[in-house]
């Protein structure tokens, strides 16, 4: 790769999973290819350039339609601002070899002109949209559209790209299953950590039973799980361990999860923490009980950088599986299953620093850079 135009539609200032993860990708390339322009959405007048290396051409785009333009691009298949923007660039700009499409629905209305470059395409799909569009529904006003242009867009991106390249081999299996006839060029590739992974001293581990869980508290796909949790998987917690208490901690909680936790007083919801990682690193166990959606769940990173054994539903285990032989993350998916994942772990002798060091050879930048150059090769 000598030319690279990396086009994404996530906010690098962003931190949720899905702009961490796209920085995460955009480390690696550069640790590929040194030519690299990208294209990505600003908010007017904020600078994201510390968010990416050095030496990357940055092409932020800003967004000035008004309110009643983008609802109509949406039904137009403009889920985005770029379309114009990539267009207009595309034409006048020098030739790509690679075009990176950094999420499928990044695809949309913009794939005709990437496929006219010439370039040879890859999209990195983030999960799979039917799967997360059933999570996460748009509002009742812009659903049809929303839907039907996404999963045109990544349809559209798997038959076209040169080569697909997903967070999880679960995700990789739907959609070889979807075009068991297709060569779709896909590969598993994981994340990374863009921020980097230093060395950490740690203090020696605890016997303690104070749990944690973290993430965004407002949008469905994570809210539910976490209620259901609270519902019908703490009180086997609380049986095991009565001694347990816990903290739930993230982005703007919901009204119905306060409800859910009323009658246990010792769960304490910190709202829009300052610092997360002090929040965590006060726990003891690490607990992340989504059970929906696809892709691969970045909050268990957010346990794992501090060096603490994680608890999780096994459909937050895509994409970490190696740690899962290891041993350091217990999965379940079942009130028994969950008995048993929490007896081993509070059973188990627990070093932070191996859990650490661990979760850094398989998710720093490097490991990640050499995972998208084998894909490639």
């Known amino acids: 790769m000598k030319k690279i135009l990396f086009i994404t539609r996530h906010y690098l200032s962003d931190n949720n999973g899905g702009a961490n993860a796209t920085k995460g990708f955009v480390h690696a390339f550069a640790q590929l290819c040194s030519d690299i322009t990208l294209i990505y959405p600003e908010h007017d007048g904020q600078d994201s350039a510390s968010y990416v290396p050095q030496g990357i051409h940055l092409m932020p785009c800003y967004d000035h339609r008004s309110i009643v333009q983008k609802g109509l691009d949406i039904y137009r298949g403009r889920l985005h601002r770029l379309t114009d923007f990539v267009r207009n660039h595309l034409k006048g700009a020098r030739a790509y070899d690679t075009i990176v499409i950094d999420h499928s629905l990044t695809a949309a209305s913009i794939l005709a002109s990437i496929t006219q470059s010439g370039a040879r395409i890859i999209t990195i799909h983030h999960n799979v949209e039917r799967d997360y569009l059933k999570d996460n529904l748009p509002p009742l006003l812009y659903r049809y559209p929303m839907v039907y242009f996404s999963q045109r867009a990544e349809r ?64 469905r796909q994570s809210l539910e799980p976490i209620i259901d949790f609270v519902r019908h998987y703490y009180p086997t917690l609380k049986a095991t361990c009565p001694e347990a208490t816990l903290t739930i901690a993230g982005r703007n909680p919901a009204q119905p999860l306060y409800d859910a936790c009323q009658p246990w007083p010792e769960i304490r919801i910190i709202a829009n923490p300052d610092d997360m990682a002090e929040v965590i690193r006060q726990a003891d166990i690490y607990l992340c009980p989504i059970s929906a959606g696809s892709g691969i769940k970045l909050r268990l990173m957010d346990g794992l950088k501090e060096g603490k054994p994680v608890i999780c539903h096994e459909v937050s285990t895509y994409g970490y599986e ?16 969950f008995r048993k994942a929490l007896s081993d772990t509070l059973s188990q002798p627990h070093n932070p620093a191996t859990t650490y060091n661990t979760f850094r050879q398989y998710f720093s930048t490097e490991h990640l850079a050499r995972r998208i150059q084998e894909a490639l090769r």
């Open 156 to 219: 559209e991106a798997l038959l076209s790209s040169h080569h697909n390249l997903t967070l999880t081999e679960h995700d990789a299996d739907t959609f070889s299953r979807w075009y068991p006839n297709r060569d779709l060029h896909l590969s598993s590739i994981g994340i990374s950590e863009y921020r980097g992974l230093p060395d950490k001293a740690f203090e020696p581990s605890r016997r303690g039973h104070h749990f944690v869980i973290s993430g965004s508290l407002c949008f």
């Open 322 to 337: 190696p740690l899962v032989e290891i041993g350091i993350i217990h999965r379940y998916d079942d009130p028994e299953s």
